[in-house]
């Protein structure tokens, strides 16, 4: 697929082509298409040295994804996607003023979001006056001027909403969510708000800390991983190394997911010749096909077979850990045991597509295995029952005292590269009265108190007219969240919407009545002040914090970084007091303020100087101490509920292709699913699709259906008949976030249900 420049033709009216989805993963045809893509979009002299550059010690954080770096890297230590993220911000390619003069805003409106992010990076502040057509360059100076006095003349703070994307650095992040809050108001919802709010939730509630329990070490010594919900082959590559690792070692693997995904079949090892050469390591042991939605039925069925085990006098609980670390097991045990045995498996095996002798062999290889660890991602968060669903993941793991040991615990995956760090940070509409006191202490001045707006919240209230303004440090806003016809009106009818990017997108061509795009720095961008190199950190999935160096010269000299922008705009607002906001343009004043706040960042600057950084402290996992409520590790009773389906419907669920960063486009291709040249597919079993009379290759268009019977229609899918588990259907986001209604959100994180969307087949209206 060749790609796309301003004066050739959308890609958008894709047509898709098909073939057999892949047995493995990664090997050389992942190695030759980093480098194609790399070399097209940022050439060899920026190309290379970002390439070498990419986590290593002295140089940047990929901007990918938030699987750790272990202790000896290689010379080249990241992988496809990798690549491809660092290429789409190191692109040689910058926005001219004169791209913006030819293309008004409505034309832009019709671009695909692939296109859009094609032309090259953001390369200076720009501005859609009231009534504009076209955006305009602005300086600095006046943007900044713009978004003061609106932020200035708001009846209350809570006007405002501050929007954070997992990419922002934890000092630009402390920053940021400091501004706010000197401002007035807790408005601070996240993309963590659409992707591991589930995990968050569940786990403060059982564990006491909303974060994974595991070192890359943990895995390496694993018995068994569970991989659930989870396509790391696509969106953590480097985790099979990993997984590898640990299969060398002796680890079994159980992958529980819907699709059998590529990546958890065969890993070929890019760093070694043999999977060069195409041997690669089988990595599933044993594949649980299960429908969607259905991992709180099986997790309870297999906590349930554990508990008529230990009732048999079978010594598969560890009654110690039980007895000293936990409350509730009583409890949980008498709800999970009281169903009548036939009711309860006829339930478990309708929810999770399973037989149950599957589950039994499941349940085997986890009283083999000493050392257990449950690996998860959006396949559990992006559902009704997500909170639950995670509780019942815990639950499984203290029943046989698999927290707080080596090669033991819970590892929800993250997704952005900082979004652990974000929260850290304070990037948080309910942040905890401790932080606020630290906060408050640290600056002297009462940060609010009340609770923000999450994501879907702030929807709410835009659609209410009761924003004026919407600031998004990063992100994609409107083509990431759910339910993009009512997020589109919402979004235009807040008065001022201001953009911190580095590409252009989707949320710049949906505006309020004025609009500005603020162009940052990225990663892989050298941020000098006053001529010397300035540098930030992040947290990765495991807790460790790290430096991270930009290499590449910015492409313009107006870009500025995201911490500057902040400084700049909060001085021209609320002055230089209490903040001293000049101070911070010393990034190391500003890890002195962090250690002042945030527990665990004590001699910050020293530690984030060592060489891979240092690991936060977690207490279940160093101390087997749970700071929840209870003081202890909480099992939970969380019933029974499943999808329901009627007749005639899938349940479908809107995930990730190969070419794709959530909203950013790579390319039109998901070789691991064997599907090529397009995006518009909808992958359904094949006897599903001979009950619904959808064709191979046919084109359909996906209704959504949802209590508020208003419709939701996605046209103009291509029909691929695809091994996907019964009942169930999978297409990409964001083309099908149309369908996702704004109020279907999981219970407690209110996370929209992106992987649970009832929907039907109706004729092809056409392309779009
Ligand atoms: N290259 C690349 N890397 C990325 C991203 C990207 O877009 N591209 N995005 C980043 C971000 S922000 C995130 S959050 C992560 C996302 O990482 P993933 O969670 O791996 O992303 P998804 O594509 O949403 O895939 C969900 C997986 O869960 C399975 N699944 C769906 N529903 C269920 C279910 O009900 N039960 C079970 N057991 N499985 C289910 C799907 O079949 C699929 O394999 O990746 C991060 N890394
Ligand atoms: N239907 C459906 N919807 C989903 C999901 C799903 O699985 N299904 N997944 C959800 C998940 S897990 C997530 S995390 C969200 C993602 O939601 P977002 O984080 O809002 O979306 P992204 O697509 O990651 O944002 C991409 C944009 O960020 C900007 N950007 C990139 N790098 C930088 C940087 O360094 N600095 C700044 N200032 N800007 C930068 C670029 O302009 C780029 O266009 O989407 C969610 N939406
Ligand atoms: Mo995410």
């Known amino acids: 697929m060749s790609h796309t420049h301003a004066d050739q033709p959308d890609p958008a009216q894709d047509a898709p082509t098909v073939g057999p989805p892949k047995r493995s993963a990664v090997g050389l045809p992942a190695v030759l298409n980093s480098v194609r893509l790399v070399r097209e979009q940022a050439g060899v002299r920026r190309g290379l040295p970002a390439m070498r550059a990419v986590n290593q010690k002295r140089g940047f954080d990929c901007p990918g994804c938030a699987w750790p770096e272990g202790d000896h890297r290689h010379k080249a230590e990241f992988c496809e996607n990798g690549a491809k993220a660092v290429a789409e911000e190191a692109t040689s390619r910058a926005l001219t003023r004169e791209f913006f003069a030819e293309h008004p805003v409505a034309e832009l409106a019709e671009r695909s979001g692939y296109w859009l992010g094609q032309q090259g990076r953001l390369a200076e502040p720009l501005y859609l006056a009231e009534g504009a057509t076209h955006y305009e360059p602005v300086s600095w100076d006046r943007a900044l001027d713009i978004v003061a006095r609106e932020l200035r003349g708001l009846d209350s703070p809570d006007e405002a909403v501050f929007y954070t994307s997992g990419r922002t650095s934890n000092e630009a992040a402390f920053c940021y969510q400091l501004f706010a809050r000197a401002l007035g108001t807790n408005n601070l919802p996240d993309c963590s708000n659409m992707c591991h709010e589930s995990s968050g939730s569940a786990l403060t509630e059982t564990l006491g800390v909303g974060k994974g329990s595991v070192s890359l070490d943990d895995l390496h010594q694993a018995d068994l991983i569970i991989v659930a919900g989870q396509n790391p082959g696509?969106?953590?590559?480097?985790?099979?190394?990993?997984?590898?690792?640990?299969?060398k070692s002796g680890a079994r693997i159980i992958t529980v997911n819907p699709l059998p995904e590529a990546g958890m079949r065969e890993f070929r090892n890019p760093q070694k010749a043999s999977g060069l050469l195409g041997r690669g390591t089988e990595l599933t042991d044993l594949f649980a096909q299960i429908r969607l939605g259905g991992d709180l039925?099986?997790?309870?069925?297999?906590?349930?077979?554990?508990?008529?085990a230990d009732q048999r006098g079978e010594p598969v609980l560890d009654r110690a850990f039980i007895d000293a670390h936990t409350h509730g097991f009583d409890l949980f045990a008498k709800e999970l045991l009281d169903e009548p045995e036939d009711e309860f498996w006829t339930r478990v095996e309708r929810a999770t597509g399973l037989e149950r002798s599957l589950i039994e062999e499941f349940t085997a290889m986890v009283i083999a295995a000493d050392r257990v660890v449950v690996c998860w991602a959006m396949g559990l968060t992006q559902h009704k029952h997500a909170v639950p669903t995670i509780r019942e993941v815990v639950n499984f793991l203290l029943l046989r005292g698999n927290v707080g040991r080596p090669g033991a615990g819970v590892c929800p995956v993250r997704g952005h590269s900082n979004v652990q760090g974000d929260r850290t940070m304070g990037i948080f509409e309910r942040p905890e009265a401790a932080f606020l006191d630290a906060l408050g202490a640290e600056f002297g001045f009462e940060p609010p108190r009340e609770h923000g707006l999450d994501t879907v919240d702030s929807i709410r209230a835009m659609a209410e007219?009761?924003?004026?303004?919407?600031?998004?440090?990063?992100?994609?806003?409107?083509?990431?969240?759910?339910d993009t016809l009512v997020t589109e009106d919402a979004m235009r009818?807040?008065?001022?919407?201001?953009?911190v990017s580095t590409k252009l997108n989707r949320s710049h061509v949906v505006t309020g009545t004025r609009a500005l795009i603020l162009p940052a720095l990225a990663r892989s961008d050298r941020d000098l002040h006053g001529g010397r190199p300035r540098w930030v950190t992040v947290e990765d999935s495991m807790g460790k914090v790290h430096a991270s160096h930009g290499v590449l010269a910015p492409l313009s000299e107006h870009m500025r970084s995201e911490v500057d922008i902040v400084r700049d705009l909060a001085s021209r607002v609320l002055g230089e007091s209490p903040v001293a906001w000049s101070e911070l343009a010393d990034y190391d004043r500003v890890r002195d303020r962090i250690e002042g706040v945030v527990p665990g960042f004590a001699d910050f600057n020293e530690r984030a100087r060592r060489p891979g950084g240092f690991t936060l402290p977690h207490a279940p996992r160093d101390e087997r101490r749970f700071p929840t409520a209870t003081g202890l590790a909480n099992f939970t009773v969380n019933g029974a509920y499943a999808p329901r389906v009627p007749p005639g419907r899938l349940l479908l669920q809107t995930l990730r292709s190969h070419d794709q960063y959530n909203t950013t486009i790579y390319d039109l291709d998901d070789r691991y699913r064997g599907i090529h040249d397009g995006r518009r597919v909808v992958l359904v079993h094949p006897e599903d699709a001979r009950e619904l009379g959808l064709d191979e290759g046919a084109y359909t268009d996906i209704v959504g259906e949802w209590q508020d019977g208003r419709e939701r229609r996605a046209p103009h899918f291509r029909v691929v008949h695809y091994p996907t588990a019964r009942g169930c259907a999978a297409s990409y986001f964001p083309e099908t976030n149309v369908l996702v209604p704004l109020d279907s959100t999981a219970d407690v994180s209110n996370t929209p249900t992106s992987k649970s969307v009832v929907v039907r087949f109706e004729p092809d209206s056409g392309a779009p």
Do not use: W
């Open 465 to 482: 007219g009761r924003v004026r303004v919407f600031f998004a440090m990063g992100g994609n806003f409107v083509a990431a969240t759910p």
């Open 234 to 247: 696509t969106n953590h590559p480097r985790m099979l190394s990993t997984l590898e690792r640990a299969k």
């Open 297 to 308: 039925a099986l997790f309870s069925a297999v906590n349930r077979l554990l508990l008529t």
């Open 493 to 499: 009818r807040v008065g001022l919407t201001v953009h």
